[in-house]
């Protein structure tokens, strides 16, 4: 199949980011499409899903995942048709769920893709049954353990993740509280996906309307954020509260500790007195195995309508590095993904 009178287009890593990422990090490249090879497959991408944790591969530091490297695409998570196929397991047509980064085509070895079959909105494989709801189902069934009458606490609640760990507590009888930014994702939070409350986190008296939402305290806090809903959640932590730490994006572009005094002795007490459990996950590190149990458990759910989803679509992989600045900053409304391909 000639893909002569076409270009791959990618965003490149440029340079790694000093705090905030600028779009002087990316550079946008024409290439030309890759031949084929026996054994491997031409994948175009239809949808680049756009995640918290690109923001930590940017950096040349230690984690659990290699940094992305400098001139090469930026690394993320797509929804890919297979136009040309020289592998025994995929025929030109599949739709499949890969890692062909920031790029409109790809070539890859068939390691790590997997066939979609016929969803009906091909996307919510990189949401809701995809990495963020499995981070919700995880984090929240296996280590929060909700029980029925418990007080649930999820930040960035109207987000991918946060809106799953929501809804799913509330399918395990817990009382929701959400954090979110605004008036309008607070309102979705109550009025479409059914939390008790959401606090808008940018009023002056957030911590104050926390304590009033949660008149018996927390015993899960679903963390995704840090910074100050963390502070205004940890004092009204339970006796044997569970905290999910799934991310800290107010803190991924920080390069120093904030000023102010030294709260560990205040926060190590508070966890051994307290016997607060927080544990920290990596999703397809700690649970991989348990994807197909998510699946099973989760998509009836939706297909149903017992857990609701919203995406942020941007149209054209042009306007993926301001539409990642802007999920940094909590601007999107539901899950980032941009719309590469029809």
């Not at 990189?126 to 990495?131: D, F």
């Not at 499995?134 to 929240?140: E, R």
């Not at 395990?172 to 059914?194: D, T």
Request: charged share 20%; proline share 6%.
């Amino acid at each position: 199949m000639s893909q002569s009178n076409q270009r791959n287009q990618a965003w490149l890593l440029a340079s790694r980011p000093h705090g905030e990422p600028v779009k002087e990090n990316f550079r946008l490249v024409e290439q030309p499409i890759p031949d084929v090879k026996d054994g491997q497959i031409l994948l175009r991408t239809l949808y680049l899903s756009l995640d918290p944790y690109m923001r930590g591969r940017m950096d040349d530091s230690k984690s659990y995942a290699a940094p992305a490297e400098l001139d090469q695409p930026m690394v993320g998570g797509t929804v890919s048709e297979v136009v040309e196929s020289k592998h025994a397991d995929f025929q030109q047509g599949d739709v499949v769920l890969a890692q062909s980064g920031w790029q409109s085509y790809a070539v890859s070895d068939g390691n790590g893709v997997a066939k979609l079959g016929d969803l009906p909105h091909p996307s919510w494989a990189l949401g809701i049954l995809g990495m963020p709801g499995f981070t919700a189902y995880m984090g929240l069934m296996d280590i929060g353990q909700p029980k029925q009458g418990e007080t649930l606490v999820v930040a960035a609640a109207t987000g991918p993740v946060g809106a799953t760990v929501g809804q799913l507590g509330k399918l395990q009888g817990c009382h929701v509280v959400g954090v979110a930014g605004g008036e309008e994702k607070c309102r979705y939070a109550i009025e479409k996906l059914g939390f008790s409350a959401c606090i808008d986190h940018h009023r002056d008296d957030f911590a104050e309307q926390l304590a009033a939402a949660c008149p018996d305290g927390i015993d899960i806090y679903f963390e995704n954020v840090g910074g100050k809903v963390f502070d205004a959640v940890f004092p009204l932590l339970n006796t044997a509260a569970r905290v999910p730490v799934c991310g800290l994006v107010s803190g991924y572009s920080s390069r120093e500790l904030p000023p102010g005094p030294d709260r560990t002795p205040q926060i190590m007490g508070g966890i051994l007195k307290r016997r607060i459990r927080m544990q920290g996950f990596i999703i397809f590190q700690d649970y991989g195995d348990r994807y197909p149990e998510f699946l099973k458990a989760m998509t009836p759910l939706v297909e149903q309508q017992k857990i609701h989803y919203r995406e942020h679509m941007i149209d054209g992989l042009e306007n993926a590095p301001q539409a990642f600045f802007d999920m940094l900053k909590g601007k999107n409304f539901g899950k980032t993904v941009v719309k590469v391909a029809q």
